[in-house]
């Protein structure tokens, strides 16, 4: 079945800082592909999306691009800030009617 | 766009006890969905509605877990005689249209079992 693995975390990462989050995913047909991200206490925002091959998600300075050819969907930020320090999943939706398929998460903290 | 809402935030109940939470999707959304996530894990799919048909149940749904979407609007979900492994955070999220569509997810219910 679909699934989706992400780098195992956490993270830490001083401000300014370069991100990237590692994700692969494996699925049948053309899938959509999606970063959420949860804050404490929280339930997961949509961070961004891409539901195509060669797509570019954006939202927030955070940008990750659907890699058909090596089945990636990597989350990048070229300056990371205190504030957004949270837990990142990543996702794909299938068509038809099934559920949404997360890797486990990546939690990031940064420091000032 | 009110976004999906979720009752009660936390929920704290002795082993044995029955509880129900309930999510209030976006309005115009069709599919309403439940999951559940434990400390440092990614959502786990338990159930999904289309409108008001539950079309598919996750083997984690065992027997004593119950959720209806009446008329197609809110959704309940019920856990009967609760067990410790039930604490967990339980989310609801809405969709409008098939998987490939992104789903927005409510601030969830925590439960926790004495």
């Known amino acids: 079945g679909d699934s989706v693995t992400q780098m195992e975390g956490p993270v830490t990462l001083s401000e300014e800082a370069f991100l990237t989050i590692n994700c692969t995913y494996t699925a049948t047909g053309y899938p959509s592909l999606f970063w959420y991200v949860q804050y404490p206490g929280e339930g997961l925002q949509l961070l961004l999306k891409a539901t195509k091959a060669d797509d570019k998600g954006s939202n927030k300075g955070f940008e990750a691009t659907y890699r058909k050819e090596t089945t990636s969907f990597h989350l990048e930020k070229g300056s990371v800030q205190v504030s957004d320090s949270a837990v990142y999943f990543c996702a794909l939706g299938n068509s038809g009617n099934t559920p949404l398929v997360f890797g486990k998460g990546t939690r990031l903290s940064v420091i000032a | 766009d009110t976004g999906v809402s979720q ?18 999707p976006i309005s115009e959304h069709n599919r309403l969905y439940w999951y559940r996530q434990t400390l440092g894990q990614g959502p786990e799919f338990l159930t999904y509605f289309q409108n008001e048909a539950q ?19 809110f959704s309940t979900l019920e856990i009967q005689r609760t067990e410790q492994g039930d ?28």
């Open chain 2, 7 to 24: 009752d009660p935030r936390h929920k704290i109940t002795k082993r044995g006890q029955n509880v129900t939470f309930r999510c209030d």
């Open chain 2, 55 to 73: 079309l598919e149940k996750s083997r984690l749904l065992s027997d004593r877990f119950s959720a209806e979407r009446p008329k197609g609007s």
């Open chain 2, 87 to 114: 604490s967990a955070m339980y989310l609801c999220a809405s969709s409008l249209g098939p998987g490939t569509q992104p789903q927005h997810f409510g601030d969830g219910t925590r439960l926790s079992i004495l």
